[in-house]
């Protein structure tokens, strides 16, 4: 298990350092509080499994393939391909905005899916597999608004201060009741997002599509047609998972 728990270490920093920076084998110690001995023989059976790979020139190490390969088998065996994708396209095209699903894990969101609109001159772009605090953005807040009552108040209650969790509430009584979520400038000056929730058969909150774009220029009936568009998403996803409300 240590064993595990030390590669699985090594993958989480790799995979959230930059693309353009890879790390050398002294700061993945550093990084992983572990000798440089151990952790040579570690990087040795990691890349022997393609968990991870090394630079030849520059020694440096980064992730491996095989995160790719396994990562496109999960996504073409997921509903959202075939059910969702479809319904994310259409609103790309009639929004003309960057649009996103999102995915609960635990007390952050999993970004799983982004379409850019080619018509679109200003895009906001978000990564694909980043995660972010589910308190945080329109996406995750109309996520936990919609979780059991006792579920989300677990979350709400290791992602914020005492002090700030009924003003939380208060946000997400609201969000549920409207049916949608709506934010500005909350991760990037100058940007919005409206998102709705992505319900399953049973209710369960599966996920959330949301719209991104820049706000300069938005006017009330520009937030309105965004929001119409945003809601009719949601509720066509959500009836092809099996939802009935």
Request: contains cysteine; hydrophobic residues 35%.
């Amino acid at each position: 298990m240590q064993a595990i728990d030390r590669a699985m270490n090594v993958v989480k920093i790799l995979a959230s350092n930059s693309t353009e920076s890879w790390l050398s084998i002294t700061e993945l110690s550093k990084k992983c509080e572990l000798p440089v001995s151990s952790m040579h023989r570690l990087l040795k059976s990691m890349i022997k499994h393609e968990m991870i790979q090394q630079d030849e020139r520059t020694k440096l190490y980064g992730l491996g393939t095989v995160w790719l390969e396994y990562g496109l088998q999960v996504y073409d065996t997921m509903d959202y391909v075939s059910k969702i994708r479809p319904e994310l396209e259409r609103l790309v095209h009639e929004v003309e905005e960057s649009v996103y699903l999102s995915k609960p894990i635990g007390t952050e969101a999993l970004i799983i899916e982004r379409i850019d609109s080619e018509k679109s001159s200003i895009r906001v772009y978000d990564q694909l597999g980043i995660r972010i605090p589910m308190h945080i953005g329109a996406a995750n807040r109309v996520m936990l608004a919609n979780m059991p009552e006792k579920q989300a108040d677990t979350i709400i209650e290791e992602v914020l201060p005492e002090q700030e969790r009924p003003k939380l509430r208060e946000t997400l009584s609201e969000t549920k009741k409207l049916g949608y979520g709506v934010s500005h400038s909350e991760r990037t000056e100058g940007t919005s997002s409206i998102a709705v929730p992505v319900l399953s058969h049973s209710g369960k909150v599966e996920g959330a599509v949301s719209v991104s774009f820049v706000n300069f220029n938005l006017t009330d009936s520009r937030l309105e047609f965004l929001i119409e568009k945003v809601v009719e998403t949601g509720k066509r996803i959500s009836a092809k998972l099996g939802y009935l409300g």
